[in-house]
């Protein structure tokens, strides 16, 4: 069926350092969702990409769309501590279903 | 903002007995609530979109008798997990749209063990 690919399935980053996860389609998307989900937690919206190439920003963290509206990707730049979690994409396919990517941990070493 | 209350939080159950585990939306009307089971390590994974007023759409290999799902108002979604058994134990999320600005909001999640 329709999925969503998403690498990497783990990251582990010294404090400090960039963190990029990417997602990745084999059909076009109307849009593109961003969530973040905390150990024990559930996730949380960060953001929605509608627009082909479209660069979204919230403080460290960049959000791109991909020109064909097939991928698309997270960054964080600088991270910390508070950055760790576990971060989805998240897509709609036909009669609104909606679902996640396979998930990037990120572990932020102090 | 838009909130999914679920409930209960957590519970522990016997082999074949059942759970419902309740959600529902505050301060704005969910005609459609999309529920989801996350185990250990995993990627959230689509179950069942359940409809207000009509019968759930189930995904693939999820079983629509073990999983009832009743969307009886637009507020309120259930699901019970029937005859549980050891397998079943996971993290269970119910889900549901905002608006097109502002994604989908979760419950907190329900983590089922059965024993």
């Known amino acids: 069926g329709q999925q969503v690919m998403q690498i990497p399935q783990y990251q582990h980053v010294q404090e400090g350092e960039d963190f990029t996860t990417y997602c990745n389609s084999s059909?076009?998307?109307?849009?593109i969702q961003w969530y973040k989900q905390r150990p024990g937690g559930h996730p949380v919206f960060l953001i929605q990409?509608?627009?082909?190439?479209e660069v979204k920003k919230q403080k460290r963290l960049t959000f791109q769309f991909g020109e064909a509206k097939k991928n698309s990707s997270l960054h964080i730049t600088a991270t910390q501590t508070t950055d760790v979690g576990t971060y989805f994409c998240?897509?709609?396919?036909?009669?609104?279903?909606?679902?996640f990517g396979s998930g990037t941990k990120l572990n932020v070493k102090p | 903002g838009a909130v999914v209350s679920q409930h209960p939080s957590w519970v522990i159950c016997k082999s074949g007995t059942s759970v419902k585990i309740e959600c529902r939306s505050l301060?704005?009307?969910?005609?459609?609530m999309f529920w989801y089971r996350q185990f250990p390590k995993q990627s959230l994974m689509l179950m069942a979109t359940?409809?207000?007023?009509?019968?759930?759409?189930?995904e693939q290999g999820v079983e629509k008798d073990k999983f009832l799902i009743n969307h009886a108002s637009l507020t309120l979604s259930t699901l019970t997990v029937t005859s549980a058994h050891p397998e079943d134990s996971s993290f269970y999320i119910c889900?549901?749209?905002?608006?097109?600005?502002?994604?989908?909001?979760f419950g907190s999640g329900t983590r089922l063990t059965v024993v």
């Open positions: 889900s549901a749209r905002i608006d097109r600005q502002n994604g989908y909001t």
């Open positions: 059909t076009t998307l109307s849009n």
């Open positions: 990409l509608v627009k082909s190439g």
């Open positions: 998240a897509v709609h396919y036909n009669f609104n279903k909606f679902y």
């Open positions: 301060d704005f009307q969910a005609t459609t």
């Open positions: 359940s409809n207000e007023g009509s019968k759930a759409t189930y």
